[in-house]
């Protein structure tokens, strides 16, 4: 039988339940965090990467930075990946996506700046109890919003919001390589008070090839203290980029922000006709469609709950059904929503695949019920 990746995944993670984990969390330096992993279970540092929190900063109100020291396993990242974090919230295991924000060239080190979202469940979690000694799980860097080598002379970064992490690590990775070619780093936000780096954005902006851009949203420039930058007011125009990157349809472009920041450029340089040199990351994905010709019922066998198939994602019924399967990205990236489908036909609604198998792991995020579907859920 051939395992795939997907199943291989799906495998790893089955056991969410981490008794030892409060014990864990409460182990501190001096020693590696490999060494104290090692006793309580040989196993785990070979299974799985972890990290200890060496550092935590609040530098907005709904914002923690965290510095985190990785277990000898962890091999670095390219800047603009994510990885995967591993929180234990009352002996269960969430499992989120961040963007490191320091620069790829320093070894064994991860910056992660997490947003606290109103309803946020491990965001807040973390804002409000991220502790120095704790320890995380976390995955191998992944992702493709990587900057290309060699590196292009022109560079654009946009961000919005929560956004500016792999900006943060592009523009600071650009500098710690001696780049020498021109970069443009707009950051739109509320204000200079929702700006978590706006000291690091400072320093970055006093050279001479780093142009850095703050693109407020509201009327005022809030207290008007944000160190160094031009500024930019209201949401993405095309005539931001005229103003303060007049390079940019020879650059290549990265961005990274809420959808219609991200739509409303690949706009503008459709128009050029330079989509092709836009590059994007969005943190959170956008719902698809239900299908109209849904039919047949949903089965969440272990739960002994059935609903009538409304073409949405089976996460999504599943959540309607009043259940709460464990997620990580909602976008099909993580595998955290990886159950069993017992009987029945999915779509994968990325690629439009079909899977009639029974007994088949199927990420719950990313697939549609095709008529009557059983799952171990
Ligand atoms: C590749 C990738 C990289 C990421 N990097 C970062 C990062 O560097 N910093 C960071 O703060 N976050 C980042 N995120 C988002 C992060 O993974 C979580 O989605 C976020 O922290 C919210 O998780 P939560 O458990 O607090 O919210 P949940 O409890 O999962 O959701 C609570 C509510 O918040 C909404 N929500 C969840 N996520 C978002 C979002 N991203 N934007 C708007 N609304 C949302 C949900 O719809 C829901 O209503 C990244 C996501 C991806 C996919
Ligand atoms: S929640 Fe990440 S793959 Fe489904």
């Not at 994510?82 to 234990?88: A, I, L, S």
């Not at 620069?103 to 979690?125: M, Q």
């Not at 002994?304 to 990205?329: H, K």
């Not at 990236?333 to 439009?352: D, H, L, M, Q, Y």
């Amino acid at each position: 039988m051939t395992v795939t990746p997907h199943e291989t995944a799906f495998a790893l993670r089955r056991s969410r339940r981490i008794p030892g984990a409060s014990l864990l969390a409460a182990m501190t330096t001096p020693h590696h965090v490999d060494r104290y992993l090692e006793l309580v279970d040989p196993l785990l540092r070979v299974r799985d990467i972890r990290a200890e929190i060496v550092r935590v900063e609040h530098r907005t109100a709904s914002a923690v930075t965290l510095t985190l020291r990785p277990t000898r396993r962890w091999s670095g990242f390219e800047a603009g990946q994510f990885v995967q974090v591993g929180v234990v919230i009352d002996g269960v295991r969430h499992t989120r996506c961040y963007s490191p924000a320091n620069s790829a060239t320093e070894p064994g080190v991860l910056e992660l700046t997490v947003k606290a979202h109103v309803d946020g469940f491990v965001s807040r979690h973390l804002r409000d109890n991220a502790a120095v000694g704790q320890v995380l799980d976390l995955s191998a860097a992944d992702g493709v919003f990587v900057l290309p080598r060699p590196r292009p002379r022109e560079i654009v970064l946009l961000s919005g919001g929560s956004g500016i992490t792999p900006m943060m690590s592009m523009v600071r990775t650009l500098v710690d390589e001696n780049y020498d070619g021109n970069v443009t780093f707009v950051h739109y936000c509320a204000g200079s008070d929702d700006i978590p780096y706006r000291r690091e954005l400072a320093e970055l902006g006093a050279r001479a090839n780093v142009h850095i851009v703050y693109g407020y949203q509201g009327d005022t420039d809030q207290d008007g203290s944000a160190p160094g930058g031009t500024r930019v007011h209201g949401r993405f125009d095309g005539a931001h980029l005229d103003a303060v990157a007049p390079g940019h349809r020879e650059a290549e472009t990265y961005i990274c922000g809420p959808h219609a920041l991200t739509e409303a450029v690949r706009a503008y340089y459709r128009e050029l006709g330079l989509e092709h040199r836009v590059h994007t990351e969005e943190f959170a994905a956008q719902a698809p469609a239900a299908d109209p010709d849904a039919d047949g019922q949903v089965c969440f066998a272990r739960s002994g709950v059935r609903a009538d198939n409304n073409g949405n994602t089976i996460l999504e019924q599943a959540e309607a059904a009043g259940l709460s399967p464990e997620f990580g990205c909602r976008m099909g990236i993580c595998f955290s929503c990886t159950a069993t489908k017992k009987t029945g036909s999915t779509r994968n609604v990325r690629t439009g695949e079909i899977d009639a198998e029974p007994d088949r792991p199927v990420q719950l995020c990313i697939s549609v019920p095709v008529g009557d579907v059983e799952l171990d859920v």
